[in-house]
């Protein structure tokens, strides 16, 4: 097996992270971007692009495991979605650089093909599933990598999104409720399997002082002669003199 695929190898190169830039809100506002976009035209051409959703258990369905989370049905379901994937996405990219996309991409597809094999038959469209499988990685990775920021990204997480937890209920049947569980799962699932990469703030900068056989770093901090201790060169032994007089006595 190839190491990019081991959790903990590749991933963990001592290597400097490159800086933050427009990468960490690019794929978020690219992918909310796209669901605004097939909206727009579903609505707009009378496209029925639900019809392009995952419908369990049926091989005409299956292509749905793709689109599902660009297809939604109202403006309000997407809406709800969008703010979400927004926020989710760029604290994803942020604190976890390493498996962002990685955490995506897998969510996407294996929540989708859970639906395909679990769900009731219907029609199910929406990028819920991807949210709950964000909001699941984000809680349980911070739990297990046990560092201040990322368990407090946690708690943050669940303060602002604790409510999704109805939403893995049947209480509505218009809902889903198959994807969340699904997206969820996913979630927890990928932050066990990448529990051990490192996020942001641990991998550490290399460093090479010996690049060039430059050895300006060490004669600034141990002087030009630091080299002799390990040339095997004894400093001259000191003399001690000690100056003194009896005491006067009256």
């Keep these: 097996m190839k190491s990019w695929l081991k959790p903990g190898t590749a991933f963990n190169e001592k290597e400097e992270v ?3 830039g427009i990468e960490v809100v690019l794929f978020p506002f690219l992918l909310i971007l796209l669901m605004w976009i097939s909206y727009w035209a579903d609505f707009t051409f009378n496209l029925n692009l639900y019809q392009w959703g995952i419908f369990p258990r049926e091989f005409s369905g299956l292509p749905g495991i793709v689109g599902t989370p660009l297809i939604h049905g109202d403006l309000k379901h997407l809406v709800s979605n969008t703010i979400p994937i927004l926020l989710l996405g760029v604290a994803l990219y942020y604190f976890y650089p390493r498996q962002a996309s990685w955490v995506i991409a897998i ?3 294996v ?3 859970l639906v395909w094999f679990f769900a009731r038959e219907s029609y199910h469209v929406g990028a819920s599933g991807l949210v709950y499988a964000l909001v699941g990685f984000i809680f349980f990775s911070g739990i297990l990598q046990g ?3 990322l368990l407090a990204l946690s708690l ?3 303060f602002v999104y604790g409510g999704l937890f109805w939403g893995l209920l049947p209480v509505e049947e218009k ?3 198959e994807a969340h ?7 927890m699932a990928l932050a066990v399997l990448y529990r051990r990469v490192l996020p942001r703030q641990s991998v550490p900068k290399a460093e090479d002082y010996w690049e060039d056989d430059d050895l300006s770093h060490e004669i600034a901090k141990y002087g030009e002669d630091y080299w002799k201790e390990y040339a095997g060169e004894k400093e001259p032994a000191h003399n001690v003199i000690y100056h ?3 005491k006067e006595t009256d």
């Design 181 to 187: 569980i699904a997206g969820g799962a996913v979630g």
């Design 156 to 158: 943050l997480v669940v």
């Design 107 to 109: 969510s996407w597809l």
């Design 111 to 113: 929540s989708g093909l």
């Design 244 to 246: 003194y007089k009896p």
């Design 147 to 149: 560092k201040s920021n």
């Design 175 to 177: 809902v889903s409720h």
């Design 18 to 20: 490159a800086p933050l």
